[in-house]
């Protein structure tokens, strides 16, 4: 009876650190992962949009733009594109 009553405890100790083990996983599963899925969506969705300067309007390519005012729809661009190196 002492030896199955041991085994018992033994055996919950075993089911709580399974049922841990477990949770770590779901919790990897159900929120890593998704995580991982959705940035890898959005950098595939938006390739190197900080390399890439576009109006927010219309889309035009404002590399090089000094002025932060896209010339294609006048549209001012909300980060305009200084060169801060330059002098
Ligand atoms: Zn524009």
């Not at 477990?22 to 991982?36: D, K, N, R, S």
């Not at 969506?41 to 390519?61: L, V, W």
């Amino acid at each position: 009876m002492d030896l199955s009553l041991h085994l018992r405890w033994w055996e919950q100790i075993l089911a709580v650190t399974v049922g841990l083990v477990f949770a770590v996983l779901m919790v990897f599963l159900l929120v890593v992962l998704p995580i991982v899925v959705a940035y890898s969506n959005y950098s595939r969705a938006h390739p190197r949009s900080h390399d890439d300067p576009r109006c927010k309007a219309c889309g035009y390519d404002l590399t090089g733009n000094e002025s932060g005012i896209c010339p294609e729809c006048g549209n001012p661009s909300p980060e305009p594109i200084i060169d801060l190196f330059e002098s």
